[in-house]
Structure formats: structure tokens, C-alpha cells
């Protein structure tokens, strides 16, 4: 009997130490998964812990009320009284406009007054470059929003607020965390003092009143006793915001992104244990003759089981040994990247403890796990099957697949050899086939969840919104004049008078929602809806609205509910009835829509309008921005100043950089997929030079040259590729829908308009000719420098 301790250890070192090519090509593929699948939870955990480290450390908001006209500092203080109030903050925050020197373009710009910096206690705003606090004549940036403008520090623009047209010098930079950033929010943000404040509106009273509370869910009591007391002294509040200060602004999107990795991560996961079933059946297939000697000397299926079960163990531990330390760097690199994009600044580096785990949990297990079937069924071989058998699956080549390959005619013969020897063993073609061609699947879904999202927001923008230009004035002007004169414009197609304005809406139950209330003409040629459910606006409705889905989903609007809106302090409070549901993705969801006439009666106004939408006969981008300079220059003359103007190119980047972040990660995830991909077509080529040494040594001793054989082996990794290439076809179709579905789901909570990216399919064609190519070259080298001697003496 074998002493099983002792044969064992001997039986994994011997096979460890005597093939540190095959030790190698395991590790790396057990390696590849635990990479994937540890950078994505390292990343997840990073970033998740250090944005909401940062985020506390500004002390946020708990409770935000917006009073238009504006409080003074006595006011504020005098919320602390509150039971429950913990501290108080304001702000004065507006939009003007901005211009940069040398350009004539007016866009719209937020400006806020930030309290001195030694006295901020919520929303805590920190400084990022160059001076910190802007003095009279100054602007500090929010660092996200320099690049909006199109400037540096040391840089004039010209403001204007209230028809104030001021030259102010950039002299800094800060980090504001409280908001989205400018080019998701659409305009840049900068900081000024009140007496620039004062310049800009004349006043220096404050208008957004920030607190926080010492039991959260009390907030909703807090906010209304904070809107009581604000009323009692006479003042109209517009708005009551509640907020949960763990979450960050950019929460939606990092919701969306995890939730990818999570399914990424999976299907990495899926590849890399393909991988490993892949390499240990073929390794058990190359020594089925030694478990049939361990058999013939008193070995048990047992100990066989064990033997190649430490190895198995073995290879999962130097795999988690060589994938840890470059997938706790990757996955922190990958949260910094991610979140500079939501302008988040992390922690120093550190690694990541719950990622540890996993990897050691999936570098150890999971191999165990993928090995089970090859290894039992190898372990359970009798001696009679291990002397007569070629190897597991059939390696002999003589399966009906080889055979029916065998009787197709003018092939040539390097051709006609790889064709028969790519399936010779169809267990090891099949995971193989499945790992490549489920790589390519998820690159080819990937690049259509793209085209599903560009597809989707040209729909939902170009398609909703037929204008080219939106062109808002200082003052009201006359539809019945303006219109016609914009449409004299030989540049233009057509003018419509339309309504933005942000307000109040008060739903049955009491919430407060922030909203764009949106009205244009009854006949509009213009804005086309989605509608979800409902019905659209008619020229008979009185009160009727059309809400996004958005607050259908989260508010729980219904088709027949009434809301309130409030359009400003100097407007009383309506009722509309609820008619009909839509989709739209502009204002972060957050539109309404009313008939122009109706809202003209809520208003108390007749023939009036504050911005037009523009449509001109030429539609690209270039000719947008041409034909409103030369628009803008045409009203000036007419004596109508532009505040400012948006041209449907802007709209768009702002909502695409919704979910740029989320489409740059699944481009590196997807090559991710090709790599491992790679890999596995290099360990199956690689066992088939092992496998077929005496058939080399033979074709050898006949007269085989070396570029023969390198052929012949290159040719069957081509096989294996384009077969692939096909499967990932087939698979890339329905994985595509449903990745465009959870995504769209989970994104803008509904499917995406989905567009199959074809040209993915080219792609994928050059990346598995690429890969093909190279998971080649080593094992037909290997081939080609086999010597008759070594090829037949090999065991």
C-alpha cells in the first residue's frame, strides 16, 4: 500500500515542480478571476467607504428650505430655537450669466455667496487651488466647473445678474460636495462675496437656509415648524427639501455602476472557472496512464481524489498570492478614476479587507469547485481504462464530429488537419468555445449598451425635442412680435414660445418636489412625448398636467390625482389635475408639463414670453451654434437682449454625462472579458502540444518542417477562434436585450431604446484574430522545436 501523506505531497510537488509551464498557465487563469472579481469588490469598497467618509465630513444638509425673496442672518439664527435643530446655515444662491473674454456666447452660470470660511459648519466647502475666498471683484470656481468655462485661474469673464454686467477675475478653485457637478448639472458653479453679491442683485439677503437635525426622523416635523416660523415673519417659502446626509448627490449613478460590476463580476467569475475545468481535465486527461499505475499498486479513488485535489489547492493559492496585490491596485485605481468623475477625492491607498476576503474565499474554493467533475471521473478510472484509454474526452480524434470533418474534400492539408485536430476532444472545445465566445458575447453587449444609450437619449432628446436652440431673454417680450421676427431670420425654420421655469409641486400627500414646469403651444411642431400612460395636453384643458415618470415612480402619482404647483411668491398656488405620465430625461426628470394658455391664466399674463425655442434649416451642431450668434446679433439690433442661449448639443452632453462613467467601465470590463478569453484558448492549445508529442515526433520523422507544424497549430487555434467568433454572435443578441433592459431599468427606470452595435461584431472579429493569433505562437513554438527523439519518448 502507498503511504498517502508521503505520495501525495511527492505526487504535487513532482507535478507542480516538473511542468512549471502548465503550474504557470493554471495560476494565471485561477489568477485572471480572482483579478475581476477582486478588483470590482475592491473597487465597490473603496469607493463606497471613502465618498461616504468624505460626504460626512461636510457635515450635509439634513433639511434645505429656499426662500425667494430672501432672509436676513437674525432670521436664520433664530431657526436654532427650534427643538431639535442642531445647527443653521444660509446661503445666498442664484443664476446670472456668463461670457468669456473673446467669446459672444451668453450661458447660464450659478453663482453662490458662501459664508467666511472660518464660520462654515454644513455644506462645508474646502479649497482646492489658489486663493481661497473671492474679495470684492473676484470669483472662486468650483474645480469641476473650470473646465465647463474654459478657463484657468488668472482668467476674465463677464458676469451678469439682473442686468449687471460686471468683469470678474478667477483667482481660485474649491471643492463643493453637496451638488451634482457642472457637467452634469449643465452650468458651472462659482463662489463670490457679498459685495459682489451686492453688485450683482443689489441686495445681500440670503436665500437657501441649510439645517441640521439631532434626530432624523424628526426632520419632516423640523422642516414644517422651520416653514411656520419663516411664514409667521412673513416670508413665501418656495421650497422644502429633505436629505438623507449618507447619501451622496451622485448616489443614483453609483448605484447603477455597482450594480454592473456585480454583474460583470459574476460572468468573470463564470469565465474563470471555465478556465480552471478547462486546464484540470486536461491535465487529468494527460495522466490517466499514471492514475492507472497509482490504481495498479494499491492507490484507492480516494487518494487519487486527494493527490490531484492538493494540486488543485495549490494552484487556487498561488493564483490568489499572484492576483491580490494587482487587483487591490487595480480596483483602487479604478475608484480613484470613477471618482474623479463624480468629483470625489479618495482616501490615501489602503487596501481593501472585504476584498481580501473574496479572493481568498474565491481563489481557493471556487477552483476546488470547478475542478470536482474532471477530477472525479479521473480519480474513478479503472486500470483497464487507464491503459487503454488516449485521454479523457476522447482524445484519440475518432468522435462523429472528427470523422464528418474528415470527409470534407480540397482542403488543404495543414487545413484540413487543424479542422480535425480543434475537435479531436470536444469536452475541452466546448469550455473553451464557452469562455472565448461568452468574452466576445459580453464585449459585443457592452458596446450595444452603449449604442442602446445613444440610441435611447437621441430619442428622448432629438426626438422629443425638435428645436435646435433655446434662447432665453432678459425681459418678457411679445409672442405675437418676437416670434415673427425670429422666424424673419433667414437661418430659421421655425419659432415656438415655450415656459421654463422651476416651482413647487405639492403632492397629495403632502411631499415637496422641486420640478421644471414646461408649456409651449397646444399645436407645437416641436416637442413630441413618450407618454408612459395618460394622454397628452389638449387645447380644452384648464388644469391639466403631464408629470415625468419620475415622480410617478417615486412620488406614487396617479393618473388622476390632483398636485399643486407653486410658481413664485408672487403667484398663488394652482391645482392641476394629473392627465397623463411621461418620459423625459432632460432636468434630471424632473419636467412638467402645462398648456401655454393655462399657465398664461395661472400667471395673470397675455402675449407674453420669456424664452423661445428655435428650430433652423440646418441641424449640425456647427451651423447650431453659427445661426444663434448671428440670431442673438439680429435680436440685439432689434433692441432685445439675450440673457442667455442653449444650443440641443448642450443638452445632450449634459445628459450623456450621466452615463459616460458608467459606459467607460464596462469598456474596460469588456476587455477584461477578452483577455481571460485569451487565456483559456492559450491553456487548451498549450495541453494539445503536450497531448499530441508522439504525433509531432511522427509528422517529424516524415518530413515535417518546423513551419508545418506552427501552421498546423495556428490553424487550429484559428479554428477555435472563428468558431467562437460565431457563438459570440448568436449569445451577443439576447445578452445585449437584457443587459439594455437592467441597465435602462436601473438607470432611467425603463428598458433602452435597444441598437445592436454591429460594428462590436467587427471588432470582436480583430480582437479573436489578435488573440487567436497570440494564445498560438507559444504552443506552436513549443511544437515546432520538439525534436523526433523527445516526441516519442514523451510520456
Known amino acids: 500500500m502507498l503511504n498517502s501523506l508521503r505520495?501525495?505531497?511527492?505526487?504535487?510537488?513532482?507535478?507542480?515542480?516538473?511542468?512549471?509551464?502548465?503550474?504557470?498557465?493554471?495560476?494565471?487563469?485561477?489568477a485572471i478571476g480572482v483579478v475581476a472579481v477582486g478588483m470590482i469588490v475592491a473597487t465597490q469598497d473603496i469607493l463606497t467607504m471613502d465618498i461616504r467618509t468624505r460626504y460626512a465630513a461636510i457635515n450635509p444638509a439634513q433639511i434645505e428650505i429656499l426662500v425667494p425673496a430672501g432672509v436676513t442672518q437674525d432670521d436664520i439664527d433664530g431657526l436654532q430655537k427650534i427643538p431639535g435643530v442642531v445647527d443653521?446655515?444660509?446661503?445666498?444662491?442664484?443664476?446670472?450669466?456668463?461670457?468669456?473674454?473673446?467669446?459672444?456666447?451668453?450661458?447660464?452660470?450659478?453663482?453662490?455667496?458662501?459664508?467666511?470660511?472660518?464660520?462654515?459648519?454644513?455644506?462645508?466647502?474646502?479649497?482646492?487651488?489658489?486663493?481661497?475666498?473671492?474679495?470684492?471683484?473676484?470669483?472662486?470656481?468650483?474645480?469641476?466647473?473650470?473646465?465647463?468655462?474654459n478657463a484657468q485661474i488668472g482668467d476674465t469673464i463677464i458676469v451678469d445678474a439682473m442686468g449687471r454686467e460686471k468683469s470678474l477675475q478667477i483667482?481660485?478653485?474649491?471643492?463643493?460636495?453637496?451638488?451634482?457637478?457642472?457637467?452634469?448639472?449643465?452650468?458651472?458653479?462659482?463662489?463670490?462675496?457679498?459685495?459682489?453679491?451686492?453688485?450683482?442683485?443689489?441686495?445681500?439677503?440670503?436665500?437657501?437656509?441649510?439645517?441640521?437635525?439631532?434626530?432624523?426622523?424628526?426632520?419632516?416635523?423640523?422642516?414644517?415648524?422651520?416653514?411656520?416660523?419663516?411664514?409667521?415673519?412673513?416670508?413665501?417659502?418656495?421650497?422644502?427639501?429633505?436629505?438623507?446626509?449618507?447619501?451622496?448627490?451622485?448616489?443614483?449613478?453609483?448605484?447603477?455602476?455597482?450594480?454592473?460590476?456585480?454583474?460583470?463580476?459574476?460572468l468573470a467569475l463564470v469565465l474563470s472557472s471555465f478556465l480552471v475545468t478547462d486546464t484540470i481535465s486536461a491535465l487529468i486527461a494527460q495522466q490517466i496512464k499514471q492514475i492507472g499505475v497509482m490504481k495498479a499498486i494499491g492507490a484507492d479513488t480516494w487518494l487519487v481524489a486527494r493527490a490531484y485535489g492538493s494540486a488543485v489547492l495549490v494552484y487556487g493559492f498561488l493564483g490568489t498570492l499572484l492576483a491580490t496585490p494587482i487587483a487591490e491596485r487595480a480596483g483602487y485605481q479604478l475608484a480613484k478614476f470613477l471618482a474623479q468623475q463624480i468629483n470625489v477625492d479618495l482616501l490615501p491607498y489602503r487596501p481593501s479587507h472585504l476584498a481580501q476576503i473574496v479572493m481568498v474565499a474565491v481563489g481557493l474554493l471556487v477552483p476546488v469547485i470547478a475542478a470536482a467533475k474532471p477530477l472525479w471521473e479521473g480519480a474513478r478510472i479503472t486500470v483497464r481504462q487507464a491503459i487503454a484509454d488516449y485521454g479523457l474526452g476522447g482524445g484519440?480524434?475518432?468522435?462523429?464530429?472528427?470523422q464528418w470533418?474528415?470527409?470534407?474534400?480540397?482542403?488543404?492539408?495543414?487545413?484540413?488537419?487543424?479542422?480535425?485536430?480543434?475537435?479531436?476532444?470536444?469536452?475541452?472545445?466546448?469550455?473553451?468555445?464557452?469562455?472565448?465566445?461568452?468574452?466576445?458575447?459580453?464585449?459585443?453587449?457592452?458596446?450595444?449598451?452603449?449604442?442602446?444609450?445613444?440610441?435611447?437619449?437621441?430619442?428622448?432628446?432629438?426626438?422629443?425635442?425638435?428645436?435646435?436652440?433655446?434662447?432665453?431673454?432678459?425681459?418678457?417680450?411679445?409672442?405675437?412680435?418676437?416670434?415673427?421676427?425670429?422666424?424673419?431670420?433667414?437661418?430659421?425654420?421655425?419659432?415656438?414660445?415655450?415656459?421654463?421655469?422651476?416651482?413647487?409641486?405639492?403632492?397629495?400627500?403632502?411631499?415637496?418636489?422641486?420640478?421644471?414646469?414646461?408649456?409651449?403651444?397646444?399645436?407645437?411642431?416641436?416637442?413630441?412625448?413618450?407618454?408612459?400612460?395618460?394622454?397628452?395636453?389638449?387645447p380644452t384643458d384648464e388644469n391639466a398636467i403631464v408629470i415625468n415618470r419620475k415622480w410617478a415612480d417615486e412620488e406614487g402619482i396617479q393618473l388622476g390625482d390632483t398636485v399643486q404647483l407653486d410658481l413664485g411668491e408672487n403667484y398663488r398656488t394652482t391645482d392641476w389635475v394629473v392627465v397623463g405620465i411621461n418620459q423625459d430625461l432632460v432636468q434630471k426628470q424632473t419636467g412638467v408639463f402645462v398648456s401655454f394658455d393655462a399657465l398664461d391664466r395661472a400667471l395673470k399674463r397675455t402675449d407674453k414670453t420669456i424664452t423661445l425655442q428655435v428650430q433652423y434649416k440646418s441641424h449640425d451642431a456647427a451651423s447650431q451654434k453659427r445661426d444663434t450668434s448671428d440670431l442673438v446679433a439680429m435680436l440685439k439690433a432689434n433692441g432685445i437682449d439675450v440673457f442667455s442661449t442653449q444650443i440641443l448639443g448642450d443638452i445632450k452632453n449634459q445628459v450623456t454625462s450621466l452615463y459616460h462613467i458608467l459606459v467607460v467601465f464596462l469598456l474596460v470590463m469588456s476587455l477584461l472579458t477578452a483577455l481571460v478569453g485569451g487565456i483559456g484558448l492559450m491553456g487548451m492549445m498549450s495541453i494539445n502540444v503536450l497531448e499530441r508529442s508522439k504525433e509531432i515526433g511522427v509528422m517529424r520523422a516524415i518530413g515535417a518542417s518546423n513551419s508545418d507544424i506552427v501552421k498546423i497549430f495556428w490553424g487550429e487555434s484559428m479554428v477555435v477562434s472563428l468558431l467562437s467568433f460565431m457563438l459570440a454572435i448568436i449569445v451577443s443578441v439576447p445578452l445585449s436585450r437584457g443587459m439594455a433592459r437592467a441597465v435602462g431599468m436601473a438607470f432611467i427606470q425603463s428598458p433602452l431604446d435597444f441598437a445592436y452595435a454591429y460594428i462590436g461584431i467587427g471588432y470582436w472579429l480583430v480582437i479573436v484574430i489578435v488573440v487567436g493569433t497570440l494564445a498560438s505562437i507559444a504552443p506552436a513554438l513549443n511544437a515546432a522545436n520538439l525534436s523526433v527523439r523527445q516526441s516519442l519518448s514523451y510520456e
Open 7 to 30: 505520495t501525495i505531497r511527492h505526487k504535487t510537488l513532482r507535478d507542480l515542480w516538473g511542468n512549471l509551464g502548465r503550474t504557470a498557465l493554471v495560476a494565471l487563469s485561477i
Open 88 to 149: 443653521t446655515q444660509g446661503r445666498a444662491v442664484f443664476n446670472g450669466r456668463y461670457l468669456n473674454v473673446g467669446s459672444t456666447e451668453w450661458k447660464t452660470i450659478e453663482f453662490i455667496v458662501l459664508p467666511e470660511p472660518d464660520v462654515q459648519t454644513i455644506n462645508i466647502v474646502t479649497p482646492a487651488s489658489g486663493a481661497w475666498y473671492a474679495e470684492r471683484g473676484q470669483v472662486v470656481v468650483e474645480r469641476a466647473s473650470l473646465g465647463v468655462l
Open 171 to 266: 483667482v481660485g478653485t474649491a471643492h463643493q460636495q453637496d451638488d451634482v457637478m457642472a457637467s452634469i448639472k449643465g452650468n458651472p458653479i462659482v463662489f463670490i462675496d457679498s459685495n459682489t453679491l451686492v453688485q450683482l442683485q443689489g441686495h445681500d439677503r440670503i436665500n437657501t437656509i441649510y439645517l441640521t437635525v439631532n434626530d432624523p426622523a424628526q426632520k419632516s416635523a423640523i422642516a414644517n415648524a422651520a416653514r411656520d416660523r419663516l411664514e409667521r415673519s412673513n416670508y413665501t417659502v418656495s421650497r422644502v427639501t429633505l436629505r438623507d446626509p449618507s447619501k451622496h448627490p451622485a448616489q443614483d449613478v453609483l448605484t447603477v455602476l455597482f450594480l454592473v460590476m456585480g454583474i460583470l463580476g459574476v
Open 396 to 402: 484519440s480524434g475518432n468522435n462523429a464530429l472528427s
Open 405 to 538: 470533418l474528415g470527409k470534407i474534400r480540397n482542403l488543404p492539408r495543414t487545413w484540413a488537419l487543424a479542422l480535425r485536430n480543434a475537435v479531436r476532444v470536444p469536452d475541452r472545445l466546448a469550455l473553451t468555445l464557452i469562455t472565448l465566445s461568452l468574452g466576445g458575447a459580453i464585449f459585443i453587449a457592452v458596446l450595444s449598451v452603449d449604442a442602446s444609450f445613444a440610441n435611447t437619449i437621441d430619442n428622448l432628446i432629438e426626438g422629443q425635442y425638435g428645436m435646435d436652440a433655446l434662447i432665453a431673454f432678459k425681459r418678457q417680450q411679445r409672442v405675437s412680435w418676437v416670434v415673427p421676427l425670429v422666424e424673419s431670420n433667414p437661418n430659421v425654420a421655425h419659432a415656438e414660445a415655450w415656459y421654463f421655469e422651476q416651482a413647487t409641486m405639492k403632492t397629495e400627500s403632502g411631499r415637496q418636489v422641486q420640478v421644471l414646469v414646461q408649456a409651449g403651444p397646444n399645436d407645437t411642431e416641436f416637442y413630441q412625448p413618450r407618454l408612459q400612460s395618460g394622454r397628452w395636453l389638449l
